[in-house]
């Protein structure tokens, strides 16, 4: 009789299909995974350690350099949770401006996010084809801010430069351009029979799981959980919001979750300039003492800031707890068990969209 | 100089491997690098390929401030890329530890203290145009006549 | 001598995760309802979770906090069973049972309390 061996595999830290460094130790039999188990600490850098202390001019900085993928929104979360405690109401052109921001950052996480799932099944044209559609959000988001990845856009009381007319022009042809070309490749997605093969009913996340382990964002809704961060967000709830649940809770779903999302992004911006009105873009306001435990969507989930500041505006104590925690570990602890085969492994964990960085912080 | 030598320095100059490996960064210099694989700059054109696989890799690039979990690691990953190779340090990280070399922190910069590096390109992160051209600029320097001048 | 490739010893990482503030209130509350001392509960956890786990404490302590009843919050059970993965859930009804009992067999409050906790405590270290 063929005995079947237990072994032991190790994927990673450097690996072809991650982008970041992690380390998935895999107990298999045969192909099949019985249990995994993730090693962390090869990019901590202890954030919250440094920012003890420090004010919150210099805060800010290092609130961005938490993830560089997502740094919009750490930008966001900060700055709103600073300016809650010391009761500064953004200005309302500045308040749109925000989300525009926002959700073009949205936009090109999600790409990337697809972009690597692709890629990590072998389909290097649409991975390919994504990423160039990535370079048209990065220039918008140049276009307005001034820098493609840490830009620092929001501050206290508004945000720091305005967008000029002939911007607001650039940036809905290029939405046009984004929308036609996505639903090109969304089709593309939908009916790849490959692509259907190596995602549809794989990495199977049970609503129960996703619940116990408090996973957030696109693989929570893949999953039929309404949690989205937006839908309490005052300017959001302006725009008309409402978030996108999907019911398969495989790969593909969460896939599809984060293409809609694009959608509703281009969606979301195009109202907000319809809605913006000319008027300042900053206001003023004295940083107060106070502590909070503020929310706010990052393209990858729900993220949260516990901070306490004091009268001079330094940052006492400050807690974050990014959405790719709870996801990775859902992920490694719920979805990989049972896969069927360790090709699956990868994909898998693509698909919830790891990112290490901001899990270590 | 050899025509053999010769033969080589033309066949490197248009096919060179990179690997990236990220010991502790923030993320932003490593969908930098990744934006240099869009069609819009387009890497592959000038014979870049980025396998990640240090084994076949000529040019490592590192991005991040060094994170204690590297200590032991990254030495032998320098060790396992074959000759002739290269360093990049990518980023203000690698060069300085940026933003996270403060009190209280993990992180361990300059890597340079851990293995050879060949050159810097500073910047929070740079733009991918200015990974592309170090790399073109430096890798003909790097590579020329490589068997000769060992000797 | 076969030399395992890239094994470290996880453990001052692991309390590095532990130490930061939102998970060492976690512990701590944890800690308080066991009755046992703050770093006891961390050397358990060290030993038994994985460092992503350490990770996702806070976030699921917080799902954890919104199931169970009065008694099982007590004792800590829905904590013990979803959050920190150190009973199993059939341990969790068992030791939930065996406190409603005490008491109706006209055991004191904080005497059943105290039993639970032992209880819980000798589960934990098998
Ligand atoms: S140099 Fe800046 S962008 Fe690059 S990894 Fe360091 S902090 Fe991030």
Redesign the interface.
Known sequence: MKKTVDISL?VG????CF???C?IKCETRGEYVLSA??????????????M?GRPWQEVM??AE?????C?VIHNFVFIESVEKISGIVPTERAAYLRVIVNELDRMQSHL?AN?SYCYTIEHETLA?YL??L??TV?DQLELITGA???CAYIVPGGVRSDLRPDDADTLRAALDHIDAELSRFVRIFETGPLIALRSKGIGILTKEAA????AVGPTARASGIDNDQRSTHPTYKALGFSPIIRQEADNYARIMVRFEEVFQSTGLIRSALAAMKEGPIRGGGTIKAGSIRYRGEAPRGELLY?LTTDDYGRIL???I?TPS??N??VC??AMLIDAQSAADITSIFISSDP?I????R | MSLLQNLKNAVRSRSIHV?Y????????????I??C????YDIEQYGIYV????READVLLIT??F????ED?LKP?WDKIPHPKVAVAIGNCPISG???N??????DPPVSKHIPIAAEIPG??P?PTEIISTILSLAPIIFKDYEETKK | MNRYL?EKD?RQ?KL?ILE???HDAAVMELAATLGIKRQQLRKILIERS????L??L???C???RETGDDTERLLGIPLLT?AFHLLSREEGVSVREQYLQRIQSGTTLEGALLEAQMEILEMIKR
């Open positions: 190790p830290p450097m690996h072809p982008k970041e460094p380390r188990e993730v090693e962390l600490g090869y990019v901590k850098k202890g954030i919250e350690r440094i003890r900085f290092l350099r938490v993830c560089g993928i740094s990337l972009y390919m990423l160039n990535r370079e990065m493609r990845v840490t619940i116990e382990s408090h516990e104590e400050i807690a707890q925690i709870p990775i570990q490694s602890h990112c960085a901001c899990t270590e | 690997a490996v990220n010991v502790g960064s923030c993320n932003g210099c490593d969908i930098e990744l934006a694989l869009s069609p819009r396998h990640n696989n240090p991040g401030a994170s204690p979990q590297w690691k990953l940026c933003v996270f403060r009190p209280e922190t993990l992180v929070c992160p733009r | 890239y996880l990482m590095i930061s503030r939102r994985d460092m992503m786990f990770e996702n806070p976030a699921r917080d799902a954890a979803q």
